[in-house]
């Protein structure tokens, strides 16, 4: 191996170190968490993942009186909102977001119980990886931030049939249903997924997503749109609740997804 | 039980270099690969819809991707060629496939006899295994993936194939959710300790096939794990995995891949395997490696680097499509071939040495995982996992281990920046790896309990446990 000294700055930039975030998550989380000690203790849980602590501060705060509605939405959502806040700002990374969102489902799971007819949510969705397609990897953590932002996910896993998600889109009812894709060979499930709804009379939109997949065949089939990354997801759902069809996701996309 | 390396076939990273290997293979039509040149393999897949029937699959693959690419071999003057058909999951059928395997063996044949070049066709099949319904004969009653498995290596080695390869999933129900998650550990007992066994468990039956049928067995891979932990790593501005952990995950995947040639594989590895390089430090046996001719499939950050001891290189994968150059996959050959054309005049002009530390430099800094399969380095993790070859385990541990020591190395001498999070991280694995426990059995207690209900596809009968 050659002994002359190298300039490796003279050859490459590492971006990555040049624009790191060096702020810390205490830091940033000081000026986020909520004021009240009980909450602000169950809302610490989150954020910093300690998952074998949330059940005893869950459980701890409803028995001193704090609502079971008061304690998820403002407790264990507001811890998880401060995780994605840090996310955005690249403090945190996936493995935070995983793990958080594990510790706030564990908590929703004791707390919920204690609401009469159960908690409501923003609505459901339909996420799988399609027809011959092994790799879910993306759709499992688009699934786990829809749910951290508060929809409802019927996750029905990987290489799907394109009958049997349209047999759950029909008995479910989502509001949304996505596919993903790691070949080219697979996206095309998605197209006949619409296709079929379409013919159903359900024109709910269809998410294409995936390695494999691009805008210009997500958007090339009728009820088609598209999400380049998992973050994207959440903020596409929550425009398709507030009343955008799939021909007008398309429209905003760009708005919608900026910056994330 | 099967062979195990514990000794290095090379005395010495410095006697590492691109087109040597210390084992050469010939097969094929004139193919000799580790044997002073290297070969370009190009790799390519269909264009969507055309898998919906045999006749358009075949055609796609024989008549025109096949075509395509030996007259712009023939155009641009490439004495070799390899083909790399990677099966899209259609082709599990084998009416699907062994239309295409004959085909490509009939036209390379053709193209040999009537124009002297050399050739041969790589088929890596599928694997669909899935560990929730089983990895193994007779497990899975849902969809007897492993069946269909076994089928497609029949299909392969009966209709004319010349090399056999797979990227095999075993062991990926725990890397999903090590990478996911960041734990180490979790790779370790998934990809370091169970893939190993899965690995020995297909690759036995494999090279019982290929042999009965004269078909080279080349290698495997640990894309499942080691690539999906590298492309989540991403690049420059990509950090939802942490680049110090993909490197040591990636250290850690060598000594699962080393177990295709402990069973009787041959080589060339697998192209995407880029821990190929410690594999080669250990075996010898010739390596096929992909990086800046690959653009076409992913971006990384060791385009050059790779292709330092490389002994076939490839493009990874390119959809067939027109471009102005031609098809693309004409125009990916015409990339391939002239970087090869470069590694075999150096060779030539025995400047092989000086180019390979040209490559190696250029992209020795730009991440932890270049730095780690940097061939020095590389090198020196192939030597644990030597060390300790007789044991899956203790031997993937070490790999990690080490990988993770030469990157704290590389940092606290100022060679190798990292930043403030992936230093973060490398601390972390360091300090959980070398508080593992010293043995296997005591390993598997310890992860069998603390991933009970984390990884619930974990199937101990899937790894014959």
Redesign the interface.
């Known amino acids: 191996m050659s002994k002359t000294k190298i300039d490796y700055g003279a050859i490459l930039r590492r971006y990555d170190a040049e624009l790191e975030n060096v702020s810390t998550p205490e830091a940033i989380a000081a000026k986020m968490l909520p004021s009240d000690p009980h909450l602000k203790e169950v809302a610490s849980t989150v954020l910093y993942m300690k998952i074998r602590e949330v059940g005893p501060v869950v459980m701890k705060a409803l028995k001193e009186g704090v609502e079971p509605l008061i304690l998820i939405n403002k407790g264990l959502v507001a811890g998880m909102e401060i995780v994605s806040n840090l996310y955005a700002q690249h403090v945190y990374y996936l493995p935070e977001i995983m793990m958080a969102a594990k510790t706030m489902e564990i908590g929703i799971s004791i707390a919920e119980k204690q609401i009469p007819g159960g908690r409501t949510t923003k609505g459901k969705v339909i996420m799988h990886a399609v027809e011959g397609d092994p790799h879910d990897i993306g759709k499992n953590i688009a699934a786990v931030m829809m749910r951290s932002s508060g929809f409802t996910v019927l996750d029905l896993g990987k290489d799907v049939a394109v009958d049997t998600v349209i047999a759950t889109v029909k008995e479910e009812k989502p509001f949304m249903v996505s596919g993903t894709a790691l070949m080219t060979t697979t996206m095309t499930a998605c197209a006949a997924i619409a296709e079929k709804l379409k013919a159903a009379g359900i024109n709910i939109p269809v998410m294409a997503a995936g390695g494999a997949v691009h805008r210009d065949f997500a958007e090339s089939f009728d009820l088609g749109i598209y999400s380049e990354k998992a973050p994207q997801t959440p903020p596409i759902a929550d425009k398709i609740l507030a009343g955008y069809d799939w021909k007008k996701i398309r429209e905003n996309w760009d708005d919608i997804v900026e910056g994330i | 039980m099967a062979k195990r390396f514990t000794k290095m076939a090379y005395s010495s990273?410095?006697e590492m270099v691109f087109g040597h290997s210390k084992a050469p293979i010939s097969y094929g039509f004139g193919m000799k690969v580790g044997a002073g040149r290297v070969i370009p393999e190009l790799n390519y897949?269909?264009?969507?819809?055309?898998?919906k029937s045999v006749d358009r699959l075949r055609k796609e693959y024989v008549d025109y991707i096949s075509k395509d690419a030996l007259d712009r071999a023939l155009t641009l003057g490439f004495p070799d060629l390899q083909l790399e058909t990677e099966w899209?999951?259609?082709m599990a059928a084998p009416e699907m496939s062994a239309p295409i395997v004959s085909g490509q063996r009939d036209l390379v044949e053709k193209y040999h006899d009537k124009y002297g070049i050399n050739l041969a066709v790589r088929h890596t099949i599928p694997d669909?295994r899935?560990a929730g319904q089983g990895l193994r004969l007779g497990l899975d009653k849902e969809s007897a993936y492993p069946e269909r498995f076994m089928t497609c290596v029949d299909t392969v080695c009966e209709n004319g194939a010349d090399v056999l390869s797979v990227e095999s999933?075993g062991g990926k129900e725990f890397a999903?959710y090590a990478?996911?998650?960041?734990?180490i550990t979790a790779f370790l007992f998934g990809v370091g300790y169970l893939g190993s066994m899965d690995m020995e468990y297909i690759w036995k039956q494999m090279v019982s096939v290929a042999k009965k049928h004269k078909v080279i067995p080349g290698g495997d891979t640990n894309c499942s794990g080691a690539n999906?932990a590298m492309f989540?790593a991403g690049g420059?501005?990509d950090?939802?995995?942490?680049?110090t952990f993909s490197a040591v995950a990636r250290c850690i995947s060598a000594a699962r891949t080393l177990v295709a040639p402990e069973c009787g594989a041959t080589g060339p590895d697998k192209d995407c395997g880029y821990e190929g390089v410690i594999v080669k430090a250990i075996t010898g046996l010739p390596a096929a490696q992909e990086g800046k001719n690959c653009q076409c499939a992913h971006a990384d950050l060791q385009g050059n680097l790779m292709a330092q001891v490389t002994d076939m290189w490839s493009n990874e994968s390119v959809?067939y499509h027109p471009e102005f150059g031609g098809s693309s996959i004409q125009c990916w050959l015409g990339t391939l071939g002239y970087e090869v054309s470069l590694m075999n005049t150096a060779i030539q002009m025995g400047q092989e040495r000086?180019l390979r530390?040209l490559y190696m430099?250029?992209?020795?800094?730009?991440g932890p995982e270049g730095y780690v399969l940097a061939y020095?380095n590389a090198w020196k993790i192939g030597k644990v996992i030597a060390e300790y070859g007789d044991d899956y385990y203790l031997r993937a541990k070490a790999a990690g281990l080490t990988g993770a020591n030469i990157i704290m190395e590389g940092y606290d001498k100022k060679?190798l920046?990292?930043?403030?999070?992936?230093l973060l991280v490398l601390k972390k694995m360091i300090k959980e790896l070398e508080a593992l426990p010293d043995n296997e059995d005591s390993f598997y207690e310890y992860c069998a309990k603390k991933y009970k209900d984390e990884v619930p596809d974990f199937n101990p009968k899937n790894y014959g446990l």
């Open positions: 990273p410095e897949a269909p264009r969507p819809g055309t898998e899209v999951s259609q669909q899935e999933v999903d990478v996911t998650h960041g734990d999906v989540m420059m501005m950090n939802d995995v942490q680049k959809e000086t530390d430099n250029s992209d020795r800094t730009r020095d060679e920046i990292l930043t403030s999070k992936q």
